[in-house]
């Protein structure tokens, strides 16, 4: 696991010069943009660029080889998922740095505190992006699966638009919607969400493990 | 040290169904035309792929369930994969060094500036010649006691050839339990190093014999229609109609020689054995 971990980071510092460029927009969008945008665009972007360590590993048959080394298929899942998790975490606390030092700069008062429930709402929901994203591309390789990005995000972008829909076509909308708000706000809410977090992102990695053990080279 | 039993597996028409054997501290090669299954076989060793039925074990444990520690003991080269191109040897090092307990930094750098291979440099900048030297560097650096390796020596010249031969030799003599499997398509590479050889045709072991063997008793008997029609063909393996006569191959050189002195008689060694073999009809 550690080999993979110290593998993966310096895959990803031999993209320093792109990294660079994000960091460079990101202070660009920091002191140009009201509100966090800044801390949800870094931290997508290196869960993003996390990700792709998955298809450097994969290119040039590199995989073949890769799964010779002392490692099971599964260990080499979870690297995956724990990598994208710690490069999650240190953008997301880079980028809030940065929000505040630019704000501070600007003369802008920030209350970190009142902010961080939002702030703290980018890790999860990045995170979930990320566990539908992992599985798709062990499966499709990096090639296929932006395809399947489309269809995946297609897909769930009609739910949504069906969803809302049916909500909005009936009278009381805004008052399912303030319910629903108010539900999940709830401790018993709270701990409904998280739950369901937790079985997402299990499910994801289960559905990894297995698309891997199934994988040939 | 490695036992595959009844290996089937099936791609599309071709079907690979292998046995075979290698003993601890044997260096075995296996031959065979482009298309043979070779390479099929290096991967299901490596349980790279799942057989359809049959076993690959390892030391007596399934190749594809093994665990880290026994995956330590494996040093692999393979012919088309490597390393990611975008990492650069320092970053191998370091890599190797958090993989395997007892990888040999030392003896990896002293290699790597003896051989001119730059520490700073990205892969996909190397020579093939480099890339074939780094693979077969990172396969021996941690005291592995098997080594499988996929045509290592593949599309390199003369002198690297040799360098990497001499580093598998120099690898044996330091290591005299480390079993070697490896497949080539220049058989005097292999005939230099191995002790025994798989020939492997049409997805079968054709041929297993130890290397002595086929370089001692194997032969190619070039001789006349006359003389072939009266031949003892009890030892003969295969035999080919040419334009002056018939070409024949046998594994009892001296039964030949000592009985018919009229027929030419030429040493057989693996291209021989690969090409008779493989090429030839049966008799």
Not at chain 1, 57 to 78: H, I, Q
């Amino acid at each position: 696991m550690k080999g993979l971990l110290e593998k993966d980071l310096r895959l990803m510092i031999s993209r320093k010069q792109s990294i660079l460029i994000f960091i460079v927009a990101s202070l660009f969008v920091a002191f140009t943009m009201e509100g966090s945008f800044v801390v949800s665009y870094l931290t997508m972007l290196f869960t993003v660029i996390a990700i792709s360590t998955l298809s450097y590993d994969e290119y040039d048959n590199g995989f073949a080889f890769l799964m010779t080394l002392p490692f099971s298929r599964k260990t080499y899942v979870r690297e995956k998922y724990i990598f994208t998790l710690l490069a999650e975490i240190t953008a997301w606390i880079v980028s809030v740095i940065l929000y505040y030092a630019v704000n501070m700069i600007k003369g802008v008062r920030i209350d970190l505190l009142s902010e961080a429930p939002v702030l703290l709402m980018y890790l999860p929901l990045l995170f979930l992006m990320a566990c539908m994203m992992l599985p798709i591309q062990f499966r499709f390789g990096a090639e296929k699966s932006r395809t399947a990005y489309f269809i995946v995000i297609g897909g769930l972008a009609v739910l949504l638009f069906i969803v809302f829909k049916l909500i909005g076509s009936g009278d009381g909308s805004i008052d399912i919607i303030e319910t629903a708000l108010s539900f999940l706000l709830s401790p018993v809410g709270i701990i409904m969400v998280t739950a369901v977090f937790l079985i997402l992102v299990a499910v994801s990695y289960l559905l990894s493990v297995r698309i891997m053990e199934k994988k040939e080279f | 040290m490695v036992k595959i039993e009844g290996l089937k597996k099936k791609y599309g028409d071709f079907m690979l169904d292998i046995s075979l054997e290698i003993p601890d501290g044997r260096v075995t090669g296996i031959v065979g035309k482009n298309g043979a299954g070779k390479s099929t076989t290096i991967k299901a060793i490596l349980g790279l792929i799942r057989p359809d039925s049959g076993t690959v074990t390892i030391n007596g444990r399934e190749t594809s369930s093994l665990e880290a520690k026994e995956k330590e003991n494996i040093g692999a080269c393979l012919s088309d994969s490597g390393f990611s191109m975008y990492l650069t040897v320092e970053d191998i090092i370091h890599i190797l060094k958090r993989m395997y307990s007892s990888f040999d930094e030392t003896y990896f750098r002293s290699f790597c500036s003896s051989q001119g291979l730059p520490l700073k440099k990205q892969i996909k900048d190397f020579s093939t010649g480099m890339r074939a030297k780094l693979r077969v560097i990172t396969a021996i650096s941690h005291n592995a006691d098997l080594l499988v390796m996929d045509e290592p020596t593949s599309g390199l010249d003369v002198e690297a050839r040799l360098e990497i031969l001499d580093m598998l030799r120099d690898y044996i003599s330091r290591n005299e339990n480390c079993s070697i499997i490896m497949t080539s398509h220049i058989s005097t590479d292999l005939e230099g190093l191995c002790d025994d050889i798989y020939l492997i045709h049409d997805g079968k072991v054709i041929v297993h014999e130890d290397t002595d063997i086929i370089k001692g008793n194997y032969a190619v008997l070039k001789m006349d229609d006359e003389t072939f029609e009266s031949l003892d063909k009890s030892h003969i393996l295969r035999s080919r109609r040419e334009a002056y006569g018939y070409v024949c191959f046998t594994d009892q050189k001296r039964f030949y020689t000592e009985r018919y002195p009229e027929i030419v008689v030429e040493n057989g060694g693996i291209d021989e054995l690969i090409l008779m073999m493989a090429g030839g009809e049966k008799r």
